[in-house]
């Protein structure tokens, strides 16, 4: 799954357990990240620190447990 444009940096623990299915043109991502002491930057923001939490992914939706973030000015 590609990042959107707007993510200019991504860094951290990430454990992926995420089976792919489906065809290249229609790919179906199932499974789990779990982000730890990540941080992020999106467009021109302030940088995202601290993040942590779990992505569930299905073919359907996008479930998010317990994420936790600070914006640094």
Known sequence: MP????VSELKGL??????????VASPRFIG??????SSARLGTGPP??????TIHLSPDRVDV???SLQADA
């Open 3 to 6: 990042l959107p444009d707007a």
């Open 14 to 23: 990430v454990s992926l357990g995420v089976r792919v299915e489906g065809t």
């Open 65 to 67: 447990d317990n994420l």
């Open 48 to 53: 995202l620190t601290d993040i942590s939490g």
């Open 32 to 37: 789990d990240v779990v982000l730890r002491r």
